[in-house]
């Protein structure tokens, strides 16, 4: 019995406009689907929390100067400390950066830009990367699916959603202890909870072997800095592929479809 090939990438959403090194991966997962067939899946991983993620480098159309755009949280707990999933859009951010964007951008993808409707970072950029025609025929496969996180395998290096101040946030679990980094040395210890596995999400040096457990790829796109960390001992049933090389990977792709 022959298994069609499952090509995958994973990737946090980066940026309300792709980084580059995103769509670098979403080409070559294309290229090789042309040559082998089988189904394209995105593991996105919305259930990360560093509000850097976000991050947005457009060049200015006549300087060609770089600006760092990003979200605007609604509020300091959210930004620090909960998922990209439920990380909330605050009031008027959209309509203030579509003033900004013909600085950067033409027209279409600022029309692109105004018509989603998301409230909640990470369902804002995927809805933009599908508006921008990145997406077609590809499973978006999401670590905060409740579904996803209960059909995974059991990792000892995780993450748990809890509540905190009002909000969820996304707490290290280690040494039967959970903590927030606020930055630096400094931690904060959260009251132990009883938590279910529909609230545990994967640390960078497990991701790997949890995601598999789900999507049971047979290819896996490889970026620049995951081959630092990834564990390819502990999945031999994937072939690894480097992604394309692409010039200035950091700052957002700006062009429609990939």
């Known amino acids: 019995m022959t298994t069609a090939p499952v090509i995958c990438f994973g990737q946090q959403p980066c940026g309300f406009f792709p980084r580059r090194f995103l769509v670098a991966k979403i080409q070559t997962a294309r290229r090789l689907h042309q040559e082998i067939g ?31 755009l990003n979200f605007a949280f609604k509020n300091r707990i959210q930004r620090k400390f909960s998922p990209l999933y439920l990380k909330q859009i605050a009031a008027g951010w959209q309509d203030k950066t579509t003033l900004q964007l013909p600085n950067y951008l033409c ?37 905060s699916d409740p579904g996803v996180r209960r059909a995974a395998c059991d990792v000892a290096e995780f993450f748990v959603d809890v509540p905190h101040e009002g909000e969820i946030v996304r707490a290290r679990f280690a040494n039967e202890t959970l903590t927030l980094h606020e930055g630096g040395d400094s931690f904060v210890t959260l009251p132990r909870v009883a938590f279910h596995k529909d609230q545990i999400s994967p640390t960078r040096d497990s991701r790997l072997r949890w995601m598999q457990s789900v999507v049971h790829c047979t290819h896996y796109i490889a970026g620049a800095g995951e081959k630092a960390y990834l564990r390819p001992e502990e999945t031999p049933e994937i072939n690894f592929v480097n992604r394309d090389e692409v010039d200035r990977p950091d700052e957002a792709w700006t062009e429609i479809g990939a």
Request: proline share 1%.
């Open 38 to 68: 089988g189904e394209i899946v995105f593991f996105c991983h919305d259930s990360d929390h560093d509000p850097r993620e976000t991050q947005t480098i457009l060049r200015h159309r006549k300087t060609n100067k770089s600006a760092q």
């Open 107 to 143: 027209h279409s993808l600022i029309n692109v830009f105004k018509k989603v409707s998301a409230t909640t970072i990470a369902d804002f950029c995927l809805e933009m990367y599908r508006g921008m025609g990145l997406l077609e025929n590809i499973r978006v496969v999401r670590s």
